[in-house]
């Protein structure tokens, strides 16, 4: 098994860089001026630049997308024509360097919401990252959601999840895989909602700690869950808590605790599969080269590259 190690949209190492900047509605709104968006959008094409050519240089393979890229994703905009030589420039870095890039969308999309503001919006948001990965010439385009609400309890809205999803115009539906949460949608429940719309399944670990790991065996889900991925490698989100009590235990800590990380290998090291793993932790890329001197230190994985080993 060839496990890739990433990180998620600014990185630790690079000073004042980030593709994050942002606008709200309301500034935006004061007095309507679409180019305060194109001022926003050109700092973060020119810091993404920086982090994807600092990636390339670090033998990062993997990485996730900031949800701010394209500020206000919930109105139309065309910025590519604008934006498109610095596009095709981010875009050839990534696919000349065989980098695994996705995208993440923020907290107010959600698929399953009885609002149907909140649904119009979720649709934009979802059409803007497909836009995006699309002038980044990403050819397996992967768009991360969580089932969402629970409003009139679960398996309302987990009907409401799948009749939405099926709404959808299939270059969306082809892009979407879904992820367990840390509240109220176990890995059980989003296995049976991945098989049903044939999509891929992204395991969160520490949501699974947080959410299903009393009732729920999760070595015997780890084959049908890395199985839900048809065209790529299977994804996995891995972080650890913030503590281990009730009020921080839902929260990333800086930092990846090694030990957990290595038992969660050694339960998965037999399947076979390569697997691309998330880490989601405060620290970003700092955290990533800490668990990778952390493995070299108490394991004997053979590191291929700097984010890259063999198990």
Request: with cysteine; net charge positive.
């Amino acid at each position: 098994m060839i496990i890739r190690l990433g990180y998620v949209a600014i990185s630790k190492s690079l000073e004042n860089v980030t593709s994050s900047h942002t606008l709200t509605y309301t500034n935006f709104k004061k007095d309507n001026n679409i180019n305060k968006i194109y001022e926003v959008i050109d700092k973060n094409l020119n810091d993404l630049e920086k982090i994807i050519t600092y990636n390339i240089k670090n033998n990062i393979h993997f990485y996730r997308l900031s949800s701010k890229i394209i500020p206000l994703d919930n109105i139309k905009l065309d910025y590519f024509t604008k934006f498109k030589n610095k596009f095709s420039k981010i875009a050839k870095l990534i696919n000349d360097n065989n980098m695994r890039v996705d995208v993440h969308p923020n907290q107010f999309t959600v698929l399953n919401s009885v609002k149907e503001e909140v649904l119009t919006n979720t649709n934009l948001i979802l059409e803007n990252q497909y836009q995006l990965l699309s002038y980044f010439d990403i050819k397996n385009k992967v768009i991360i959601l969580h089932v969402g609400s629970n409003v009139l309890g679960k398996k309302n809205s987990l009907r409401r999840f799948i009749n939405n999803f099926n709404k959808l115009p299939n270059y969306l539906k082809e892009c979407i895989a879904i992820e367990n949460d840390d509240k109220i949608f176990n890995i059980s429940d989003v296995l049976d909602i991945a098989n049903q719309l044939n999509i891929p399944l992204v395991l969160d670990y520490h949501h699974h700690l947080c959410n299903g790991s009393k009732e729920i065996d999760i070595t015997s889900y780890y084959e049908k869950i890395f199985a839900t991925w048809k065209k790529i490698n299977p994804k996995v989100h891995f972080s650890s808590p913030k503590a281990n009590n009730k009020k921080d235990i839902r929260s990333h800590n800086d930092y990846i605790d090694v030990d957990t990380f290595i038992a969660f290998i050694e339960e998965i090291k037999h399947l076979p599969y390569d697997i691309d793993i998330m880490l989601e932790a405060k620290e970003k890329d700092e955290a990533l080269f800490r668990l990778v001197r952390n493995l070299k230190y108490k394991t004997n994985y053979t590191f291929i590259d700097e984010t890259t080993f063999i198990v």
